[in-house]
């Protein structure tokens, strides 16, 4: 199973799910504020599904937020009583985990799935997409972009060698994972992450113009410096993007396929 699917079919059940229980709740005349905060539930499923821990955590945050606001006439009325303290509470854990723990998991769900398809998609040191499999996508991406005209963008992020020639091999690859890891949990859940044979780590940013992927992949860049505590120079990063440099990603796609397309033979 592709990830979007899954991801369509964990909207639609919990959708099903909330849109079950504020028909439920409407035959005791709920006060709008609950519907609201049902629908806001939805909301922070979306991000988690989508957007992975990290849109997962923005969207139970705005949640919180408009919820607290939503109930700050009764606050005021009523002061701070026990049985609105609980039902802000409970809203608030409600919210925090579906959006931090639910994207978390999605996370992990989207490379699980890539397991189970025998292991052959993913890199073995950092269990992100392998070269093979990021050829596919980069041939799926331009296939898209002939038909339809649909932008996409891809990071090209490389590591200096100086930053782990002096590691031992369990070490390097500990900490190659840890930047896989927060690689991965710095994208949507839609983007793609691999690693080249030649080291180089690779953002695969569907439906993303060259100025969006420029942005994204510079955060990336900047988070995985920090990480490693090196120097700019260290960890660089190149964006393409179609259509403004369909030459070299098609010259990148050919340059993957070819190489692994000489090993079956």
Not at 222 to 240: F, H, I, K, P, T
Request: net charge neutral; proline share 3%.
């Amino acid at each position: 199973m592709k990830y979007s699917r899954f991801e369509w079919l964990a909207l639609i059940v919990g959708g099903a799910a909330i849109l079950g229980t504020i028909l439920t709740s409407l035959q005791s005349r709920p006060m709008v504020e609950e519907i609201v905060a049902q629908l806001l539930l939805l909301a922070v499923l979306f991000g988690a599904v989508h957007w992975g821990r990290n849109g997962g955590f923005i969207a139970a945050v705005v949640a919180i937020i408009v919820y607290i606001g939503m109930r700050a006439p009764l606050f005021m009325s009523e002061g701070l009583t026990t049985d609105l303290l609980v039902l802000v509470g409970v809203r608030t854990l409600t919210y925090g985990f579906v959006g931090i723990v639910g994207g978390e998991v999605c996370g992990r769900i989207k490379y699980f799935l890539a397991k189970l398809a025998g292991g052959l998609n993913l890199d073995d040191d950092t269990r992100v997409y392998n070269e093979q499999f990021i050829g596919r996508l980069l041939e799926s991406n331009l296939a898209q972009h002939a038909r339809y005209r649909t932008p996409f963008s891809i990071g090209l992020m490389t590591l200096a060698p100086g930053l782990m020639s002096d590691l031992k091999p369990s070490r390097r690859r500990s900490l190659l994972r840890a930047v896989a890891n927060h690689v991965r949990n710095d994208v949507r859940l839609v983007d793609d992450v691999g690693r080249l044979d030649d080291g180089r780590f690779v953002l695969i940013l569907p439906q993303t113009p060259k100025a969006g992927g420029q942005v994204g992949a510079g955060r990336v860049c900047g988070a995985v410096r920090d990480l490693l505590g090196a120097r700019d120079e260290s960890v660089s990063m190149m964006v393409l993007g179609a259509p403004e440099d369909l030459t070299g990603l098609q010259s990148l796609r050919d340059a993957v396929l070819q190489a692994h397309e000489d090993e079956r033979d």
